[in-house]
């Protein structure tokens, strides 16, 4: 039997007669991802970018989102619609926020506040 290449959630498995012989983790491409910005993010522009993701994924116009507004119980978004709004901020500012931080966050000043906290 020839050896099988499985990936799972990034980690390569290899399968022999004799069963699993060993993992490897697939470590992304450096070169892949551009090298993050030195300038900070003047506060008005992140503010415009973030309201814009939010726009986008929640399919709304940017007169209904102010600084208050409930994502959750304003503009009726579920938790998939936080998933999707958490990758496309990471994705727009090359940032990480953790699941439990996202979920966490209501109003549209919490996701500007933590965009700016992990662009600093």
């Known amino acids: 039997m020839a050896n099988r290449w499985v990936l799972v959630l990034g980690t390569v498995l290899v399968l022999t007669a004799a069963g699993w012989a060993g993992w490897w983790s697939v470590q992304p491409d450096p070169a892949a ?8 993010v003047p506060q008005d522009e992140l503010t415009r970018r973030v309201v814009g993701v939010l726009c986008k994924q929640l399919e ?3 007169a209904r989102l102010t600084p208050t507004t409930d994502l959750l119980r304003d503009m009726k978004a579920d938790e998939l619609d936080i998933v999707e709004i958490t ?10 926020l953790p699941a439990a931080e996202a979920a966490q966050l209501k109003t549209v000043a919490d996701w ?8 600093r």
């Not at 901020?89 to 990480?96: K, M, S, T, V």
């Open 33 to 40: 991802r551009p090298a993050p910005s030195a300038a900070p």
């Open 60 to 62: 709304c116009d940017a």
């Open 87 to 96: 990758a496309a901020l990471e994705a727009e500012f090359e940032i990480r």
């Open 112 to 119: 500007i506040g933590i965009v700016r906290t992990r662009t």
